[in-house]
C-alpha cells in the first residue's frame, strides 16, 4: 500500500479557534480519564458492598446481590448507556428533570450518565471478583476472628476483605482496564472522550490512518502502564501461598 503518513497533522490548526488536533487528543484523553476514574470509584465501593452481601449468611441479603450482578451483567453496555441517558432523566421528579436537561451543559449530563451506567456495569463484574477472592480464603479465617470475639462486621473489615482484596489483584486489574477502554461508549451520546476527538479528527483532517494510529498508541500505552503499576503492586502485596506472583 503507497500511502504518504503525515505526521505533522496532528500539530496543524483545526480551523477551529487556535486548537491544533493534537490538543484534541489532549482532550479527548482528559475526558477518558476522568471518566474511567469516576466509574472505578463507583465500582470498587458499590461492587465491594455487593460482594460482601454475596456471601454473608442471610438467603435475602446475598439473593439481593445475586439479583443486582445477574441483572446488570447480562443486559448490553449500550442498552444501559441508552436508558441512564434517555430514560432514566423522564423519571425524576419534575424539579429534577429541569434541572438536568435545561440547567445542565449537556457535557456534564452525558458526563453524569456515562460515569453511572459504567461503574454501574463494573460493580456486577467487580462483585463477583471480591465474592471470589472472599470465599477463596480457608474457613479457618472467619472461625479463628469469631472465637476471638469479632461481630461479623468486623470480620469482614479487618479480617477478610483486606486479604480478598490482595488476592483478586489481577481480575481487578483486569476491570480496571476494562473501565478505560469501555469508556468509548461515551462517545456514542456525544461525549468528546478520546474515540470521538478521534472520529472528528479523521473527519476534519481526512488522515484516517494517523488519526486512528495515534489513539491506538494511546490506549495502549495509557493501558500497559496501569498494567505495569498494578504488577508491582501486585508482588508488594500478595500472600504467600494464597496468590502466584510473576507467574512462580
Same mark, same amino acid.
Given at each position: ?94 424539579? $429534577?428533570?429541569?434541572? =438536568?436537561?435545561?440547567?445542565?451543559? %449537556?457535557? +456534564? #449530563?452525558? *458526563? &453524569?450518565? !456515562? ?45 477478610? $476483605?483486606?486479604?480478598? =482484596?490482595?488476592?483478586?489483584?489481577? %481480575?481487578? +486489574? #483486569?476491570? *480496571? &482496564?476494562? !473501565? ?45 502502564? $496501569? ?14 501461598? &494464597? ?6
Amino acid at each position: 500500500m503507497n500511502y504518504n503518513w503525515d505526521w505533522s497533522v496532528f500539530f496543524k490548526s483545526t480551523g477551529v479557534g487556535s486548537e491544533t488536533y493534537l490538543d484534541w487528543y489532549v482532550s479527548g484523553l482528559a475526558w477518558t480519564i476522568g471518566i474511567a476514574i469516576a466509574a472505578w470509584i463507583i465500582a470498587l465501593t458499590l461492587g465491594s458492598i455487593l460482594g460482601v452481601m454475596r456471601t454473608v449468611p442471610n438467603r435475602i441479603v446475598s439473593g439481593i446481590a445475586t439479583c443486582y450482578v445477574e441483572l446488570f451483567r447480562n443486559v448490553p453496555l449500550l442498552v444501559q448507556l441508552f436508558i441512564w441517558y434517555f430514560l432514566v432523566p423522564d423519571l425524576l421528579p419534575a424539579d $429534577l428533570q429541569e434541572w =438536568y436537561k435545561q440547567d445542565l451543559n %449537556p457535557t +456534564t #449530563s452525558a *458526563f &453524569l450518565s !456515562v460515569v453511572v451506567c459504567l461503574g454501574l456495569f463494573t460493580t456486577a463484574r467487580v462483585c463477583e471478583q471480591v465474592r471470589t477472592g472472599i470465599q477463596a480464603l480457608p474457613r479457618g479465617q472467619e472461625s479463628a476472628a469469631r472465637a476471638m470475639g469479632f461481630k461479623l462486621p468486623q470480620i469482614y473489615w479487618n479480617v477478610l $476483605l483486606p486479604q480478598a =482484596y490482595r488476592i483478586i489483584i489481577p %481480575p481487578l +486489574t #483486569s476491570e *480496571f &482496564l476494562n !473501565v478505560f477502554k469501555n469508556t468509548s461508549v461515551a462517545s456514542l451520546i456525544g461525549l468528546m472522550e478520546l474515540l470521538a476527538q478521534t472520529k472528528q479528527t479523521a473527519e476534519f483532517s481526512a488522515n484516517l490512518f494517523e488519526a486512528f494510529t495515534l489513539a491506538t498508541l494511546i490506549y495502549f500505552t495509557l493501558n500497559m502502564s $496501569l498494567m505495569l503499576l498494578m504488577r508491582l503492586v501486585e508482588k508488594k502485596v500478595a500472600v504467600p501461598g &494464597l496468590i502466584s506472583v510473576g507467574g512462580k
